[in-house]
């Protein structure tokens, strides 16, 4: 039985430039981290992430939430956690800050990973084999499919599972061998030329086979040329992708994008603002075969419904610390999984509680195994932090989802 | 200049049903109050609406907002408004928790409002005629028109409101007949049928010729009883508008609104998710001619390009105590402009402020003068009420939004 609550504010402050994209200059990498006490002695914990400022708002409304689960046991919680999720959501006054989007969905999503974590560490395996291990029908029941029905029905949801169960061991390798990394830390907007260079070097060395590049200047010829760099570095064998971060109007994506063309991007992340579907459409006709990847601040499965409707993501980045948790990230791959668009997520966690995901997303419903990003900036914060080796995660072998900081 | 800031958590308990809906079953109409105090001695109020718990996480975000106001001059402040705007929603610590959206967006209207209001009494004039005279540049000063730009250029904002001036005072007859309203107030959620019924004749009694009934139950013939009893008791000739509240699924919708066709809704409003801009297509192309309503959860000027784009709207309901206040209202009003689809607000701010800004979007922008919503649960709270005679709003004449309340 859940016994008590704490609710804790955990910011961490960067070196100089790491972190910086074209919009978020200056961020201070945040967790409003949420812990389940249950009276066994194990302590659930989940997070949102934040970049800093009003991370304290995000804590207040996971509190909110958290009191809620206060004298239930797990257990029953998860064995139903889909009508849960749907009735956090959905409480009636506190939804009209959302609904299932911003401050009150980052604190569900907290609140909602606490709850899968202490499940795993009850159960005493780790998240991803916990996910694995469940029968069709107990991960649907952890799913709100409300506002998607058009798209996705419960029953479509198990068939979607039941397919995939008979060749789970084929695919089951992957736990030994490693999920694929990409290093998104090679070329942060605010690095130099030299530093990018220099970082790009180092990524391969240590067996990278994918990285990312900011661009969203001010002046499109500095994001063209440290796109020639990081090609010309890489060579050509290398996926090199180039995020934006929302800093394109639609007339500039259309023109920039044409431009970057030449160096063969692997996607174009996050061109321009993330509610804008229809721009989005219009871009990915123009600029195909080049591919969009999107999502990272994408709040909730409806609007991801909508970009799948839409076809304009050749990615979805789905992230479990922006959606609302571990359930809603299961419930948009499940849409992608239906529609063929590889989910490659959005790491707010570090890649933390991703590589369990990305496991289960491989295994059960048979994603394929593409790469996870990595960002190692707050790795010495971690209890038990995401060990890359030649560039691979190694799976995680302690009960629960790898979420715990260390105390300060 | 703002020497300081005050901000109000003020809440306000409704009588039994009052206020109620499909999602929202009782509900605490609340304010979160930017107070901005002037050095002259005059205090600009704004606010944004919510039900009543987490009013405290907007007006903890309002104060990140109104502390960097603090020392600026109005007058100098609203000269370029737009800029202001653009620069406190993308804050870039504290975008990651929107952007544009949920509780950092209510936030971002209250302090927002509060500038419009001090503004205009500085001035010494009530917000709506303080607009009206603004010359078209000056009034595309306030607005923040980014990434809207494949829709709104700050041309074409300038031409729509250029087009208008010569025929303002062709409109300027509505300041003394005042602005029609219609009523929402007869049909909450959870009152019986007979007290639907004896409130709609009460409604026509006081000269209203359009009211509002509130459905989406779990049992649609409820539905249609109580939709078939206004249209009774209302006649033929009164504009009857029915209001799901987002309560119903696409396949949900798809049957009841024909169920519903034959009692001839004058719109049916939130059928179903504000973020689905996909689902509307598909309902508004189904059906065709009864048209749909929607905005009253639409968080930003993005959202209702979309909307506009897809064709599916056939009223905007836009509020600005929901998206970032007067700023992007009236943006939001010069899309529809361009669209020709009318503006009809949701008024959580029960019209104290959208008594001022149809005003304008009729006299300036030349919409059609339709109706304004009118809820009359929180009269007695404010200094200066909205007030209401044979159906229709008298144009208020004291300086300022009339937004200012009692003290408790």
């Not at 490659?344 to 419903?365: E, K, R, T």
Request: proline letters at 4%; glycine letters at 8%.
């Amino acid at each position: 039985m859940i016994s008590a609550i704490n609710i804790k504010d955990r910011r961490f402050k960067l070196d100089s430039g790491a972190g910086s994209d074209a919009i978020h200059r200056d961020p201070v990498y945040s967790y409003a981290v949420t812990e389940l006490i249950d009276d066994s002695g194990i302590t659930g914990t989940g997070f949102a992430f934040t970049l800093g400022e009003g991370n304290d708002l995000v804590c207040k409304a996971a509190a909110f939430y958290a009191e809620q689960l206060k004298g239930k046991d797990i257990e029953e919680l998860m064995h139903h956690f889909g009508k849960v999720f749907n009735q956090l959501s959905n409480e009636q006054q506190f939804r009209w800050l959302g609904p299932h989007k911003g401050v009150v969905h980052l604190a569900l999503a907290s609140v909602t990973n606490a709850c899968y974590d202490l499940w795993a560490k009850k159960r005493g395996v780790p998240l991803w084999k916990l996910l694995i291990d469940l029968s069709p029908e107990q991960i649907v029941n952890t799913l709100d499919l409300s506002y998607i029905e058009d798209e996705l029905t419960r029953a479509e949801a198990i068939q979607l599972l039941q397919d995939k169960q008979g060749s789970k061991s084929e695919r089951s390798g992957i736990i030994e061998s490693g999920y694929p990394g990409y290093d998104t830390s090679i070329g942060w907007f605010s690095y130099d030329d030299e530093k990018v260079r220099a970082n790009c070097k180092k990524a391969i060395e240590e067996g990278f086979t994918a990285m990312k590049l900011k661009v969203g200047s001010a002046d499109p010829q500095r994001d063209i040329r440290r796109s020639n760099i990081v090609r010309e570095v890489a060579g050509s064998d290398v996926k090199v992708m180039l995020d934006a971060n929302q800093q394109w109007t639609l007339p500039q994506a259309l023109s920039i994008c044409k431009e970057l063309q030449s160096m063969q991007p692997y996607w174009i992340e996050e061109p321009t603002h993330p509610d804008d579907v229809l721009a989005h459409m219009t871009l990915a006709d123009t600029i195909a075969p080049i591919k969009l990847a999107l999502g990272e601040h994408v709040p909730n499965k409806v609007i991801f419904k909508n970009y799948l409707q839409a076809d304009c993501a050749g990615f979805i980045q789905v992230d479990a610390v922006r959606v609302g948790g571990v359930s809603e990230f299961i419930t948009v791959s499940l849409m992608c999984k239906k529609y063929g668009i590889p989910v490659v997520p959005h790491v707010g966690d570090m890649g933390q509680l991703h590589q369990h995901l990305v496991l289960f997303n491989h295994i059960a419903m048979g994603h394929e195994a593409l790469f996870l990003e990595h960002i190692p900036h707050l790795q010495k914060h971690f209890v038990h932090p995401a060990v890359i080796k030649n560039g691979v995660y190694q799976t995680p072998q302690v009960a629960g989802s790898t979420c715990e900081l260390k105390n300060q």
